[in-house]
């Protein structure tokens, strides 16, 4: 065992040590490249972020760049002027008593000018920095900066408290009110925990005014927020709180609209009604604002339409569709297809210089691609590379310089750069290396295969009978046949893509060929696909898998004796449901916060709307509850097959998790112990993706073990 453990440690190790680039920006007119990535500090417990600065010359190759990083993993978010005299950025510390507290700074250069602790000003509670509602913006006078931060709420007490008697006269604080301290207050659930309702916050800065934009109706939740071209009005995206709150991350069914809210208190809605909006841009030229919409009902993640809207905005704006959403696949130039937007949003600078051409990535089959888009002519030309399989995706856009992340399962982001040409040309783009961490990647890795498969139910009257598969694992040439993993994702409206990740690249270094399933019901494969799966959950996901499983025997060189499952949330319900529906043919089980038991889950989870739609029908807490429906999901859940499993399981839960409640994975392990099925189950205090400090590290290297003790 200990030899075991310390192969699994070493190669845990060797893969924490690479670099995850996270983002990159272009400044100084296109000669100076900012880069930040992320690095899990095993010492420390924690993830740094680490800023590289690269400087190139005109032909796109690097003359310098910056010997050490700099450690700016305190800073939650920045922002560069529209100048590049000044730097924005909240910082977090801790105080002596273990307090965190954030501060506005304002660099100009090596001088820090202001610094503002937003605690003290008392008129919200903390910045917001995630992804769905974080913005931090600079107005273009660079005189005024805009944020979101949690709405601050009224003061309470209990029914029952003595009052000091010494209050000083002139106090201008509210009364707190009584007896509301202990009202439920919603939240966006899955690691949005703690935000309740949103505010956008304004700061001048000659006065160090802070204004709260509370001219919009109270309950909108507004996030994604940016200026106008001409700094009047400020942009953003808004959701509604009632009648109730579902979890956000992940999700882009929520009700949501585009609005426009300027200074002197006026405000509009600028996006259709019944509608799910995000990600709103200006072109370049302030001639249009685009952004990504889609029905507010359905999956929880879908195909998009990429719409626009001239600006200024005339009365009844005319909101035109660029690119729709795709059924199946449309024909694009140069005889290539395209099956629809799957992207959670845009860059932040998504425009070419000449204000037509947006650039932007999307999910599609087995690889994140990159797309130029002519919003006059709706042309679309993809401008991936192509040098080698691999995914391809852009962080900037400078004027026609493209800043993008290359990534395949053998080869960690790297870095690259590429000139747009002109209109008709922008397939011959030629990206050049600016950073590359491939150095580091051990050989068990890099010399792996990767491969990928279109497979078909043959003699099937299913209306959609093709998914996608990725191989990474032992080459044909091997003499020995590896143990391999069959690993479906999660969602179920999500998708394996052909870049670097921890897991697979962990399991590859410990021997195991991996088979990445993207089933039916996966994005990146049109609207038709993604639609199938709901009302089929557990059963044509899991004939996939098998699917899968059996080519995999047939066209590479694994051992069918030694076949073991891998998977969290929808992927952990797919797991426990093919070692319960096919008992005799795996050999391991790890799942990690698995869904078990639809039917109970749609009471506990932040998306219970999930729960009922995969079991294919609409959610609604309108009438009596639905007895048919409970007894669907019921019957769609792994818990209906529990008593059959005999392969050993571990399960991987975190007490924290919103989205999956973990006490979905306790009731599993109870029912497959009793009915003699070897089982461990590990509790962790964690949300949904377990991958915080050492949470990751130890559910991994527990996986990697789990599987190689259960080898034949």
Request: include cysteine.
């Given at each position: ?102 501060y506005l700074e304002i660099w100009r250069r090596r001088q820090i000018k202001q610094c503002i602790d937003l605690a003290a000003l008392d008129i919200h509670g903390d910045v917001y920095t995630d992804s769905e509602f974080g913005s931090f913006n ?451 089980v790890v799942a990690r916060n698995p869904v078990i038991d639809v039917a109970t889950m749609i009471n506990s989870s932040d998306i219970p709307d999930w729960c009922a739609f995969e079991a294919g029908s609409e959610f609604t807490e309108v009438g ?20 059959n499993v005999k392969v050993p399981t571990l399960l991987c839960l975190g007490s924290k998790d919103k989205r999956v409640p973990y006490f979905q994975g306790i009731e599993y392990f109870h029912r497959i112990k009793a009915n003699g099925c070897k ?34």
């Open positions: 065992m200990s030899s075991q453990l310390d192969r699994v440690l070493n190669a845990y190790r060797t893969l924490a040590l690479i670099p995850a680039l996270a983002s990159a920006k272009i400044y100084k007119n296109g000669s100076t490249i900012i880069s930040n990535w992320t690095e899990r500090n095993l010492e420390r417990n924690k993830t740094s972020k680490i800023e590289f600065t690269h400087n190139i010359n005109k032909d796109l190759e690097v003359t310098s760049e910056t010997s050490f990083g700099i450690d700016i993993t305190n800073e939650l978010i920045s922002i560069i002027s529209p100048s590049e005299n000044l730097k924005a950025l909240i910082r977090e510390s801790t105080d002596s008593k273990d307090a965190k507290k954030q600079w107005n273009n006078t660079e005189d005024r900066l805009i944020y979101i931060a949690e709405r601050k709420l009224p003061k309470s007490e209990p029914f029952f408290k003595r009052n000091k008697s010494n209050s000083k006269e002139g106090n201008d604080d509210p009364t707190p009110l009584k007896g509301i301290e202990y009202d439920y207050k919603p939240e966006w659930g899955e690691q949005l925990v703690g935000k309740h309702l949103s505010s956008i916050i304004m700061c001048q800065l000659e006065t160090e005014a802070f204004d709260v934009i509370d001219w919009i109706p109270d309950s909108w939740c507004p996030g994604q927020v940016s200026w106008s071209p001409n700094g009047e009005a400020i942009i953003g995206v808004a959701w509604e709180t009632e009648p109730r709150r579902l979890g956000l991350i992940f999700c882009t069914n929520r009700p949501s609209f585009i609005f426009s809210v300027t200074l002197d208190k006026k405000y509009v809605v600028v996006s259709p009604k019944g509608k799910s909006v995000r990600s709103p841009r200006f072109s370049s030229d302030g001639k249009y604002l685009i952004w990504l919409q889609r029905d507010d009902a359905g999956p929880h993640h879908g195909c998009h339409q990429l719409v626009k809207t001239s600006w200024p905005l005339t009365e009844e704006p005319s909101i035109e569709v660029v690119i729709d959403i795709v059924d199946k696949e449309i024909s694009i130039t140069n005889n290539e297809t395209f099956t629809g937007i799957y992207a959670q949003g845009f860059p932040k600078r998504t425009f070419a210089d000449d204000g037509k051409r947006i650039v932007f990535s999307t999910p599609q089959r087995t690889e994140n691609r990159s797309y130029v888009v002519n919003l006059d002519t709706r042309q679309i030309v993809d401008i991936s590379d192509v040098s080698t399989p691999c995914s391809t995706v852009v962080l900037d856009v400078y004027q026609d310089i493209i800043l993008a992340a290359r990534s395949s399962l053998t080869t960690p982001a790297q870095l690259v750069i590429g000139k747009l040409p002109s209109v008709g040309n922008e397939k011959a783009i030629k990206w050049t290396v600016i950073d590359d961490n491939s150095a580091l990647v051990p050989e068990a890795i890099s010399s792996s295969d990767v491969d990928y498969m279109e497979l078909i139910h043959e003699n099937v009257s299913d209306v959609i009978n093709d998914f996608s598969v990725l191989y990474f694992g032992n080459s044909k040439s091997s003499s020995e046949k590896a143990p391999f993993i069959i690993y479906p994702h999660g969602g179920p409206h999500s998708s394996f893509v052909n870049s670097f990740s921890m897991d697979t690249a962990l399991l590859r270094m410990l021997g195991f060929s991996v088979v990445l399933v993207n089933f039916r019901g996966s994005t990146g494969a049109g609207q038709s696909r993604l639609l199938y799966l709901p009302g089929r959950i557990g059963e044509a996901d899991v004939k996939d898998c098998i699917l899968a499983a059996d080519k995999a025997l047939e066209k590479y060189n694994v051992d069918a004796d030694n076949c073991s499952l891998f998977g969290g949330s929808h992927g952990g319900f797919l797991v426990t449901h093919l070692s319960g529906q096919y008992p005799d043919r795996f050999k391991s009596p509850v639905d007895n048919n429906l409970l007894r669907t999901m019921r019957m769609s859940s792994p818990l209906v097959h529990a008593h089982a461990r189950m590990l509790v962790y205090e964690d949300n949904h993706s377990l991958s915080s400090g050492t949470v990751e590290m130890d559910h991994l290297v527990n996986a990697g073990l789990w599987f190689l003790e259960h080898l034949k």
